[in-house]
């Protein structure tokens, strides 16, 4: 699976940005997990929001509220919608996709480049 992310950039605080990506490949379309990570300087990796397939959300508690994911399964992308930017989202954002074959027991957890998301103050 390969992941293409674009939409990074520089906004001020209380802007907003929209991150986009899109997976291709042998993507297992009945149980998988598309969303985002990010690395904040001085911090380890951190998730930021995930989909399901089905249309299950997880966000991390910074974020609740101000960023929204979604996605396309026909086009198979995932959007981040991220608005109330602040200061502390400044960071390096990776799109992130998963999958687990229950039959074989087996996954993959697979990161693409990153995009870089700059709020100033």
């Known amino acids: 699976v390969q992941l293409q992310a674009s939409g990074g950039g520089l906004v001020q605080a209380g802007g907003s940005l929209t991150l986009s990506c899109t997976a291709s490949?042998?993507?297992?379309?009945?149980?998988?997990?598309l969303g985002w990570y990010r690395r904040i300087p001085g911090k380890q990796r951190e998730l930021v929001a995930t989909i399901h397939n089905g249309g299950d959300t997880k966000y991390t508690d910074s974020v609740k509220g101000r960023f929204t994911i979604s996605r396309d399964n026909a086009k198979n992308m995932v959007y981040l919608q991220m608005n109330s930017l602040k200061p502390e989202d400044t960071g390096v954002y990776y799109c992130y996709y998963s999958d687990h074959v229950p039959i074989v027991d087996e996954g993959m957890e697979v990161w693409g480049k990153g995009t870089q998301v700059t709020v100033s103050s």
């Open positions: 490949g042998n993507i297992y379309s009945s149980n998988n997990h």
